[in-house]
């Protein structure tokens, strides 16, 4: 399995700042994947991040407000910019293994926007 | 579209009873699923996965069944403990890479 090292652990933010997520994964992987879970809700996918490229971003996710890096095959960034507090949310990324059946999980970052 | 739906919203036993989540998913043609233990405020951890093509996993007190046809699936813990109280995520994988989750299921196991 996939050991996935996610900083920072939470962080309280003024809005209109910007915040940066760093993943860094254990082994090479080809893809990340960027998730937010707001309040009492369930996982939504941001984008996926391909290194070498431009990451794929889900509909209703734009890269000028959560631009991503993708340097190298274990590490990524996601960035939250120009915060608002609807944008307090549980920032998660995942990578799939095992042929990529199997997704695993950073420890999340917890985002509160005042 | 591909919809997950997870019943009940939250749940509480005593402890040690045998308890069951239930996960139900609108679209037959899944890869997997997989069922995931989030503690509040943190990430998910993944407990099972079970490949379209099996019926069931086990690992240690806790049993996953897939029943493709009807969309279902069941996660069966044995002996509940304290340290059971979570929210319990299922999620399945219909394409390459895209997970479709759950809202969960929030146990709560009273000592």
């Known amino acids: 399995s996939a050991v996935i090292s996610q900083k920072p652990s939470r962080d309280i933010c003024q809005r209109g700042t910007s915040l940066t997520i760093q993943c860094q994964v254990d082994?090479?992987?080809?893809?990340m994947f960027w998730y937010r879970q707001q309040p009492g809700q369930s996982l939504t996918l941001i984008a996926t991040?391909?290194?070498?490229?431009?990451?794929?971003?889900e509909s209703g996710f734009v890269i000028d407000k959560f631009p991503i890096s993708r340097p190298n095959l274990t590490f990524s960034t996601l960035t939250v910019s120009n915060m608002s507090p609807e944008d307090s949310s549980i920032y998660l990324c995942?990578?799939?293994?095992?042929?990529?059946?199997?997704?695993?999980f950073g420890q999340g970052t917890r985002l509160t926007v005042v | 579209k591909q919809e997950v739906t997870q019943i009940p919203a939250a749940l509480s036993v005593p402890e040690g009873e045998n308890l069951v989540l239930n996960c139900s998913f609108t679209d037959s043609a899944i890869y997997n699923l997989q069922w995931f233990r989030q503690d509040p405020g943190k990430g998910l951890t993944s407990l099972l996965l079970i490949q379209s093509s099996q019926r069931e996993q086990t690992s240690g007190r806790l049993n996953a069944s897939l029943d493709k046809s009807s969309g279902r699936s069941t996660l069966y813990i044995a002996a509940s403990q304290p340290g059971d109280s979570a929210t319990y995520l299922c999620a399945v994988k219909t394409g390459a890479n895209n997970l479709f989750f759950g809202t969960g299921t929030r146990l709560t196991v009273i000592p």
């Open positions: 991040a391909n290194q070498g490229s431009e990451a794929t971003y």
């Open positions: 082994s090479q992987v080809t893809m």
């Open positions: 995942s990578v799939l293994q095992g042929g990529g059946t199997e997704a695993f």
